[in-house]
């Protein structure tokens, strides 16, 4: 076992009750706060949504579909195929039968959710519907063309929402003649579950608009964050700066339990490896993909290929393939470390022309966790977010960031200090190089902003 360095039990040192307690208080608060955005003027009223529709049935479409009937809510779906309808048919059924198993919901109120959610058999059937959400699969064209159809069918007031976790909202509403009436709603999956919403604000969206989506996430029983348009907002944005240190760690040669370890000791239920292949591979590949052509268009260079790049393209798609970063054996999720993976990573890094070394504990943390910090300002700074206690909201409830620690930006005025962190990863930005790692200009301001207070 590694002995353990002064830095490295401070990144690792849980909360006094004291701190969980004062995490605890700043979260709900900051949940609070976050559903009353300063972008959306005191009074300003929304539309009442009396009924909704959605496009696509699949995983999240149901999700989605679950979380109005369980309001209240009759919801109109329209799913072109006849067995993607029907298969969704039966997961919705099986979903409101466990939650009257283990005693959420009574067996009668069961019926009558399934009963609020019926099928569109033509797509102007969606045409009265007060509240329109797209969840379909996230291809740009795609939502383009649906918005198009949207624009001729639904009612002058509807809401037309985009279900997207990282496309440009503005594109879509783009395609419409009522762009104000557009906005994005990222829900998370399982979405009759998770509680968090982003809900992207377009650059054209009206404010009545923003506060319809606001006030039905509430009554939804979400906990609705309003963010702007960026690839990925918020959660997901920050994710990609979470990851690619993740993955530049594994071609240096951390293991992926390595990794996956460090951040589960810091907090996190699951590690980014673990995590992503829960999600599967393809997922994040196609994010990957989309990024790689948009930086082909702009004239830039094109990402360098990931370990999970790799992976992907034999087929390793994670859990549902039983091989991803990990091996599992069917019928059971428990990950094992599996050599084919280290061989990728020593082969990408040779590729590549990345030396391989000895990665410990305390670098693992510092690298992740500080660029999770980084991005989160970046985000503040260009008013993606209008508040740290938004970003914080964010990463506690959608991405398992521990919350007795208060969320990102809590733990890292109070626990680390920006000062350190700033320090911490220009030193990495000059010793590995990259790039990704020097500190924003919000990261600076704000560790000389303690450093001169520190100093009067």
């Not at 409101?96 to 959710?113: F, N, S």
């Not at 001729?152 to 503005?170: F, G, M, Q």
């Not at 370890?261 to 673990?274: I, N, T, V, Y």
């Not at 993606?384 to 208060?406: I, M, S």
């Amino acid at each position: 076992m590694d002995r353990r360095s002064a830095t490295t039990e401070t990144l690792l040192r849980q909360p006094s009750p004291a701190e969980r307690e004062e995490a605890a208080a700043y979260l709900r608060q900051a949940e609070r706060e976050a559903a009353q955005p300063g972008r959306l003027p005191a009074g300003t009223s929304g539309r009442a949504v009396e009924s909704a529709g959605i496009v696509g049935f699949g995983t999240m479409g149901r999700g989605i579909a679950l979380s109005f009937a369980a309001a209240g809510i009759p919801t109109t779906v329209f799913e072109e195929s006849e067995g993607a309808f029907r298969r969704g048919e039966t997961a919705l059924a099986e979903s409101l039968a466990r939650a009257v198993a283990r005693g959420r919901i009574e067996a009668g109120e069961a019926e009558q959710r399934q009963r609020r959610i019926r099928r569109a058999s033509r797509f102007e059937e969606l045409g009265e519907a007060d509240f329109l959400v797209e969840a379909v699969f996230e291809d740009l064209a795609l939502k383009e063309n649906i918005f198009a159809r949207l624009d001729r069918t639904a009612k002058p007031e509807t809401t037309l929402a985009t279900n997207t976790s990282s496309l440009d909202v503005n594109r879509i509403a783009a395609a419409t003649r009522r762009p104000q009436a557009v906005l994005g709603t990222h829900f998370f999956s399982p979405a009759h579950v998770m509680r968090l919403l982003e809900v992207v604000v377009g650059e054209k969206t009206s404010k009545d608009t923003l506060a319809t989506a606001m006030a039905l996430a509430r009554r939804l029983g979400k906990a609705p964050v309003a963010v702007g348009v960026s690839d990925g907002f918020v959660g997901n944005r920050m994710l990609y700066a979470y990851r690619r240190q993740a993955d530049r760690l594994l071609l240096e040669g951390a293991a992926v339990e390595r990794v996956d370890g460090a951040l589960r000791e810091f907090g996190f239920r699951m590690g980014p490896f673990e995590t992503a292949d829960l999600a599967g591979l393809d997922i994040g590949r196609a994010v990957r993909q989309r990024q790689a052509r948009e930086a082909a268009d702009r004239g830039e260079p094109a990402p360098t290929p990931t370990v999970a790049d790799r992976l992907a393209a034999r087929g390793r798609l994670g859990q549902k393939t039983g091989r991803g970063f990990y091996r599992y054996e069917p019928g059971d999720r428990t990950a094992r470390p599996d050599p084919e993976t280290a061989a990728a990573a020593r082969r990408e890094a040779a590729a590549q022309g990345i030396s391989r070394r000895s990665v410990g504990v305390e670098e693992i943390l510092e690298r992740c966790v500080y660029a999770l910090v980084d991005e989160g300002l970046r985000i503040l700074d260009e008013g993606v977010a209008e508040r740290a206690g938004d970003v914080d909201v964010v990463w506690t409830l959608g991405y398992g960031f521990p919350r007795e620690r208060g969320g990102p930006l809590h733990w890292a005025e109070r626990a680390v200090g920006f000062p350190r962190i700033a320090k911490t990863l220009a030193a990495h930005a000059r010793r590995i190089p990259d790039p990704a790692l020097e500190p924003s200009a919000e990261l600076i301001r704000r560790a000389r902003a303690v450093r001169f207070v520190k100093g009067a």
